[in-house]
DNA sequence: TTTTATAATGCAACTTAGTTGCATTTGCAA
DNA sequence: TTGCAAATGCAACTAAGTTGCATTATAAAA
């Protein structure tokens, strides 16, 4: 009964996520949250409409994401690929944040855990505020079929 | 008589370079790397097509850009802005590479001297080989007009 | 429960960055 | 000097994302 209640229990939580940000609870936004919590990595504009029930219409989703990064329910990443992908949590805007390891072989963003810390030398006049840390190589699926 | 030369030998070097990858020597090709090789930060699209002399069609400009980025003449950098930039030295695609700085104010997007070591952290079975960082901040351009 | 105001959605048209196919021109080696 | 592969220019196209506006749904008030 644990494992059958899960689909409603992250429901509830996403409408109380939404409340708290002041946001109206529609069929996609407690779909997309349901579906941000259970992502094991970061998901591409594609990659949501495809997980979606119903057919969402592209602004929708599009205006969906920024609302939901503005008010820091997902943070997006831009890879070297010209594809955003977005994932769960605020965005690390200020201070630190984590990094992300891109994978050569099929794309694939993962967070990682932990916080990259802001160690850099920069230029005299230069005041650094935050930094962005992109690691590529091989992720475990694509290392293991080899 | 050391300044009024400087302009043909960096063009003179250029040559050089052409040839050493085996690329023709056009007078977009010479005057491109002219001004790669002063430039003192990263030149999107606009920026070396407004920089050129004669009127570059849009095409041939990012063909060279992919050609020279092949070759190890520049790299390009994707801050999150949607525009590339490029900038003189090889593509750090394999092993250590420099960060680069991002300015949150003028977006002008800076190489930094150094090389950022590849110490991260990853989850088992992952196969890091390259690491790209992003410092965000103000340059000192914008830090001191404030 | 019904009404109402506001926010969210859907659709189409647009924008921006970059790419591709192809005919013409140019650099350079023979 | 000539021949030919490589480079260029033009136009048409693509992919990702944005915008304006009319319609619809959510949530609070009555
Ligand atoms: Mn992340
Ligand atoms: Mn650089
Ligand atoms: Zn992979
Ligand atoms: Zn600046």
Redo the contacts with the bound molecule.
């Keep these: 009964m644990l494992v059958q209640n899960q689909g409603k229990n992250t429901e509830a939580l996403g409408k109380v996520l939404?409340k708290e940000k002041g946001?109206?609870?529609?069929?996609?936004?407690i779909e997309l949250i349901k579906h941000f919590n259970s992502a094991m990595h970061a998901q591409?504009?594609t990659d949501l409409k495809q997980a979606m029930v119903?057919d969402?219409?592209?602004?929708?989703l599009?205006?969906?994401l920024?609302?939901f990064e503005e008010v820091g329910l997902i943070h997006s990443i831009n890879d070297h690929s010209?594809?955003?992908k977005y994932a769960k949590g605020a965005s690390p805007n200020s201070g630190q944040s984590h990094a992300h390891f891109v994978c050569d072989s099929c794309e694939t963003v993962y967070c990682m855990k932990g916080k990259s810390e802001l160690k850099y030398e920069v230029p005299q006049g230069f005041t650094p505020r935050n930094v962005q840390t992109i690691i590529r190589g091989n992720c475990a699926h694509c290392e293991s079929s080899r």
Tied chains: 1, 2.
Excluded at 23 to 29: A, G, S
Excluded at 56 to 60: F, H, I, L, M, N
């Design positions: 939404l946001l109206k609870q529609t069929q996609l936004r591409s504009y119903k969402v219409d592209k602004s929708t599009y205006r969906n920024a609302t010209g594809v955003t």
